[in-house]
């Protein structure tokens, strides 16, 4: 906006009072005095001015006497000046400017609170009361005025090393309290100096300020800087030394007019005895050229002040050198419009790593198309996703007060309560809270989360689509696995948000076991590999170092510049220590006692001694603050300090000395120590036997006060050696972890109550599963099994449901030996035993086949039975399911005699649930031939599962009716069928992730045969970030083959490809023969597509023994697929050498078995394979016939990979306009499936043809 249109045409308009502001000539009608402001007290007005009414109160929340400043007009510009007051001053804590405490709002109402100074003006207090008019009599005390001007100097350089100006120094803002403190206040003007604003007028034409005591700049409506601040300062020393302010004779204007022309005359022209230097500098202040005036730090010197003694600015506020690691930022910032991109900025405490974080922050918070959100964690926080609650807490706000309702609902996902079950603040939002969508109370533990993060990932992706986001975690060394659980999940996303993420993190953070060594792990492996960028914070340098000093020094003389020097040495490139020494030096020029040895300015010295000036009762809030672990609330340390007579007073030192922070200034607002190394001392100032009095003391204390805060209750109490109580709350706080999905924490919480050997023995066994549900549901699934098997030695009604989940678990995680044990004691416990050899294997699966047989399909009526009978057969479906894709022999035997006592049994769920079994193992079998008979039973087993209303049997059948689908290559049907239990499952079922799972890797299956390649890829990195959660090698496998082939394949990404097949070769267990074959074919597969046929023929024939041996060969597809990968690698072999005939016949057997398989996509892939060898055989004809009947099988199947190459293929051989419509068909194909290499990807699907 340009300059002129912050004010109206002609000259400013001035009050008729010089010594009014502006806005005063104006003032409203009087307001009536409120009894009450919020919960606070009014006792009495202390003023009015032109913003608003100044009140004395009682906080009843504190029991503390304040100021509360209200406004009494709300119009827009006054209730930002307002606001702005107040928001300026917030980050200012110096005892020669007024604390301010806290903004309220309530709609109807504005005020903040700050400080209660009781006093008098400047002029008063050093001239006594007027004689006449503005007349006083010159101050005689000239140590006084000394003392009060330094003070004064001291403040006003304080808010300017703040960024700030106050643009209204005046006597009336300037009071001197009874204790000879000078306080500077209302800062109704105030602005941060250095942004390009036309400052000296209102919106309508008037003048800011008080033209008495107003520089000659801000009187002209121009640019406004800290000189015209200490021009008011020259002002106040002027009317001090003479008893009368500068130009006091003339009129308004004709004072305007000298003031911007001229200097007034010299103090001692009017009044004898006039200390040369305070003349001198009361002189040179009120020269008309602002440029042309002692600057602050020039002024102080003058004056013998400390700027910034006891506060001033936070060493994180003074920000020096660090220029690489902010291009660095400022990079990642562009890149981050772009795609996600992750900044660690790491480094020992106290190197800079937040102050960079903030500047870095403050710098891009600027603009006016970003949004910054930050958050910080502390050491012993116990909420659920910590690292992320700040941040959340901040968003929350942010949507709550915007105030475009249809934005807001633009940035919302359909599951946003989902997101607000993680963080409750959410629910404060009205949008979300009026929200629609899905309940919060998802059957599956594991999929609520993953709902969630994903809906997190879609809003903040909203949000990101429209502003610039960055997230800022400081101290992300203290967060928690569920936090980096959380933060990978949505930067894993397949279409994350544009975000980018600085987190703060000390040096050793990315150990093994740590939270960020578990996001970096979660981000691993993405469709795209994520931005991470390390920033490593060494020591400043020196030169750098020193400037900093010298900036937190207040001064560039020799003297400054020589003890600069040794602070330097001392801090050893720590910006924190720095700091600290700073104000030790300060202290001890300033003549304060200390007890330590002041002649050496060491560190051990600065913290040591700040700590030895602390009163006895200020010192205690210190330690409780420390033993809670860096963060407590106001009151509770209060009220362990104090007792029954809290004294907020105690905790304003802390923040004072710049040794404590505050959320706030209500008692229920938190309390932290302000620095780690002060934490750090003051613990190790306390013995065992103070540690365990505290912790008790503070446990004792938020029970008195009913926090439910059951993690730090369970910590203090177990801290203080109160096991009994601790382990109580110990459970509850685990409970409470549970219920919020945080299953990393709810786990080391359960094996903390452990650990304390306070349970009665009946609960060992409950509170053992407990803590195995929690790892189960984190995807530790082998320390889950193990407790759970832990849980079963303890005995009790659960003892065989907990040793089936163990067995469940460890099969599914591929520890096969171990699953099997834990099988084999479930099935002990009822009755039934793993077969101790094939042999045996089969003996059981012929004699219950031959039960069967007599018996036939039909159950017997359900009737009431032995529960035992249901435990058994439910055992024996996870023997079944458990050992089919690992041991196929064994797990048919277990699935025949599942059916044979299911169907003797009767219950309808169980039926259902054998006879789907029994339909897929038909065709598994017996491919097409048993198709019809397959679908009946699959029929019969879905109409008794509707009569059930059981929604896992429903489940359970549609999973088969799925799986009878790809026995006959049928993908489309068996996709659709598998879509729909996987609705299933996940809507209506709970404990059934490992269905889940094998849907959504069989569903992937097929879309790889569909050739459906953009959902294929992004099925296949969902199905990884699935098994992160819960592994699953079996799932895990198949996305891995799925990436390792067409999926990367199609748009050239080779090494990725690559990468993905060594991964799916290290991880998944050779046990799982089905991977195996996967594996082999794959991988022969890529080097076809790398055009490296020999390679891919050798490998063949190095694999074919093992291949050989395999039971699944048994299984009609999947030696479908073996013939193919034979037949394929001797093609492509045969393209490579001088004569071919060799390999063709070795392509000959598998291609015949191919074109006499029962299934339409085998014969298809026999004629494919038969057209390659007729074509290398010169048999052109044959050849082309052979590839129409393939693209007609391929086709009937849907499987447009295949057909396209086919296609390709057939449009090489035919040539003329036949040729011509086949290449622009199957180029139509591959543009589909994002193919970027058609003659490589035809390679890899239809070797053989031509000649290298």
């Not at 040096?507 to 939270?515: H, I």
């Not at 996001?519 to 960028?533: G, I, P, Q, T």
């Not at 600065?606 to 409780?624: K, S, T």
């Not at 008979?933 to 699959?938: G, K, M, T, Y």
Request: glycine share 8%; with cysteine; charged share 25%.
């Amino acid at each position: 906006m340009p300059p002129e249109s912050h004010h109206r045409d002609g000259p400013p308009q001035v009050p008729s009072d010089p010594t009014a502001t502006m806005d005063e000539f104006s003032a409203p009608p009087p307001v009536a005095d409120p009894e009450r402001l919020g919960r606070f007290r009014v006792v009495r007005r202390l003023g009015q001015g032109a913003m608003g009414v100044v009140y004395e109160a009682l906080d009843e929340g504190r029991g503390q006497r304040v100021a509360i400043k209200a406004m009494h007009r709300l119009g827009p510009e006054r209730v930002y000046r307002f606001k702005r007051e107040f928001r300026a001053l917030t980050g200012v804590r110096h005892p020669n400017v007024v604390g301010l405490h806290e903004l309220v709002s309530d709609g109807e109402q504005l005020f903040f609170t700050m400080e209660l100074v009781r006093g008098t003006d400047f002029i008063t207090d050093l001239c006594g009361p007027a004689i006449q008019g503005r007349r006083h009599p010159p101050c005689r005390d000239r140590e006084r005025l000394r003392s009060v001007m330094r003070q004064l100097a001291d403040g006003v350089q304080a808010i300017h090393e703040a960024g700030i100006l106050h643009r209204d120094i005046k006597p009336s803002n300037v009071l001197v309290a009874t204790d000879g403190r000078v306080v500077l206040l209302d800062f109704g003007l105030v602005r941060e100096h250095g942004v390009d604003e036309h400052v000296g007028v209102t919106a309508d034409g008037a003048l800011l300020g008080t033209p008495m005591y107003m520089a000659p700049e801000q009187a002209t409506g121009g640019q406004v800087g800290p000189p015209a601040d200490w021009y008011a300062v020259g002002e106040l020393l002027y009317h001090a030394l003479t008893g009368v302010p500068p130009f006091h004779q003339l009129g308004m204007l004709a004072m305007l007019a000298a003031k911007r022309d001229t200097t007034p005359p010299p103090p001692s022209t009017l009044v004898d005895d006039v200390p040369l230097d305070l003349e001198a500098l009361c002189v040179a202040l009120l020269v008309p050229d602002a440029a042309a005036r002692p600057t602050g730090p020039e002024i102080v010197a003058k004056l013998g002040a400390v700027a910034g003694r006891g506060g001033g600015l936070r060493v994180g506020e003074a920000f020096h050198g660090r220029s690489k690691e902010l291009a660095v930022l400022r990079d990642a910032y562009v890149q981050a419009a772009r795609e996600p991109v992750l900044v660690l900025i790491e480094g020992p405490s106290g190197i800079g790593k937040t102050a960079l974080a903030q500047h870095f922050a403050a710098e891009v918070a600027g603009r006016d198309d970003a949004l910054v959100l930050g958050g910080r964690c502390s050491e012993r926080e116990s909420i659920p996703y910590k690292a992320l609650d700040a941040v959340m807490d901040a968003l929350a706000l942010r949507l709550g007060v915007h105030s475009d309702p249809r934005y807001v609902d633009a940035l919302l996902p359909r599951d946003v309560r989902s997101i607000a079950r993680l963080f409750p603040v959410l629910r404060g939002v009205p949008a979300i809270a009026l929200a629609a969508g899905r309940r919060e109370d998802d059957p599956e533990p594991v999929d609520a989360r993953r709902r969630a993060i994903a809906a997190l990932a879609d809003m903040l992706a909203r949000i990101a689509d429209r502003r610039r986001l960055v997230i800022r975690i400081d101290d992300f060394q203290w967060a928690d696995h569920d936090s980096a659980v959380l933060l990978g999940g949505v930067l894993r996303q397949v279409d994350p948000p544009s975000v980018l993420i600085v987190l703060t993190v000390r040096d050793g953070a990315q150990r093994e076991g740590t939270p960020l060594q578990r996001l970096l792990a979660e981000v691993a492996e993405r469709d795209r590999a994520l931005d991470v960028r390390r920033l490593s914070l060494g020591p400043l340098p020196a030169a750098e170092a020193e400037e900093l000093a010298l900036e937190l020094l207040g001064a560039r003389a020799r003297r400054a510049r020589a003890l600069a020097r040794d602070i330097v040495r001392e801090a050893d490139g720590s910006p924190f220590f720095v700091g600290e020494l700073v104000r030790y030096a300060k202290l001890l020029e300033s003549g304060e006692g200390l007890a330590v040895d002041q002649s050496v300015v060491s560190l051990d010295n600065v913290i040591r001694g700040r700590l030895a000036r602390l009163p006895a009762l200020v010192r205690r809030v210190l330690d409780v603050a420390a033993v809670a672990g860096g963060r407590t609330t106001q009151r509770i340390a209060l009220s362990v300090a104090c007792g029954v007579e809290p004294d907020p007073g105690a905790i304003q030192r802390l923040v004072d000395e710049r040794l404590a922070r505050v959320g706030g200034s209500n008692l229920d607002d938190s309390l932290e120590i302000d620095h780690d190394r002060i934490r750090e001392t003051v613990l190790a100032q306390l013995d065992a036997a103070q540690l365990a009095a505290l912790h008790l003391d503070i446990a004792n204390a938020l029970s008195a006060a009913g926090v439910a805060d059951e993690p730090a209750l369970a910590h203090h109490f177990r801290a203080a050696g109160e096991n009994r109580l601790a382990k109580e709350h110990t459970l509850a706080a685990a409970d409470q972890a549970a219920a919020a999905l945080a299953f990393d924490r709810a786990a080391e919480l359960y094996r903390i109550a452990l650990s304390l050997e306070m349970l009665a023995a009946s609960d060992y066994a409950e509170v053992e599963a407990k803590m195995a549900d929690a790892l189960a549901n984190a995807g530790r699934l082998l320390e889950a099994a193990r407790a759970y098997r832990r849980a079963a030695e303890r005995g009790g009604p659960l003892a065989i449901e907990w040793r089936r989940r163990a067995a469940e678990h460890l099969l599914t995680a591929g520890y096969t030996d171990e699953g099997r044990a834990a099988l084999d004691e479930a099935l002990r416990a009822v009755g039934l035993a793993l077969p101790t050899s094939n042999t045996r294997a089969i003996g059981s699966l012929l004699l219950d086949r031959a039960r069967l047989a007599v018996s036939g399909l039909r159950p017997q009526p359900s009737a009431a039975g032995d529960e035992a009978e249901l435990v058994r057969l439910d055992v024996c479906w996870a023997a079944s399911r458990g050992l089919v894709f690992t041991d196929g022999l064994v797990g048919a035997a277990f699935h025949a005699q599942h059916l044979r006592l299911a169907l003797k049994r009767g219950e309808p769920v169980r039926v259902a649930r054998a006879l789907a079994a029994e339909a897929h193992l038909m065709t598994a079998l017996g491919a097409d031939a048993k198709l019809a008979e397959a679908d009946a039973l699959i029929e019969r087993a879905r109409a008794i599962a509707e009569s059930t209303g059981s929604a896992y049997a429903r489940g359970i059948v549609a999973e088969c009716a799925g799986s009878v689908a790809i026995s006959v290559g049928d993908w489309a049907r068996a996709y659709e069928a598998l879509e729909d239990a996987t609705s299933i499952f996940r809507e209506h079922c709970t404990g059934v992730s490992h269905e889940i799972g094998i849907c959504r890797a069989h569903s992937a299956f097929c879309l790889q045969f569909l050739g459906r390649v953009p959902e294929l890829r992004e099925r296949a990195y969902a199905l990884l970030d699935e098994t992160r959660d819960r592994p699953n090698p079996y799932v895990s496998g198949f996305a891995r083959g799925i990436l390792g082939n067409m999926a990367l394949l199609a748009p050239d990404r080779v090494d990725e490809a690559a990468e993905q097949l060594s991964i799916y070769q290290h991880d998944v267990p050779r046990r799982f023969e089905a991977h195996l074959i996967n594996y082999v074919c794959q991988t022969a597969a890529l080097e076809r597509y790398r055009g490296r046929a020999e390679r891919a023929w050798a490998m063949a024939v190095d694999d074919r023994p093992r291949v050989a041996k395999l039971g699944v060969r048994r299984s009609p597809h999947a030696n479908s697929e073996i013939l193919l990968w034979q037949a394929q690698n001797a093609l492509a072999g045969a393209t490579v050498v001088r004569d071919p005939a060799s390999r063709l016949v070795d392509a000959e057997r598998p291609i015949d078995a191919l074109l006499h398989h029962p299934s339409v996509f085998a014969r298809a892939y026999g004629e494919l394979s038969r057209a390659g060898a007729q074509a290398l055989s010169g048999r052109t004809d044959e050849a082309v016939a052979a590839l129409e009947r393939a693209i007609e099988g391929f086709e009937q199947r849907q499987m447009r990979a295949f057909a396209a190459a086919a296609l390709r293929r057939l449009a090489a051989l035919q040539g003329g306009s036949a040729g011509r419509e086949a290449q622009a068909r199957s180029d139509a194909a591959m543009a589909t499936m994002g193919v970027v290499r058609p003659d490589a990807f035809t390679d890899m699907m239809a070797p053989g043809f031509v000649r290298a």
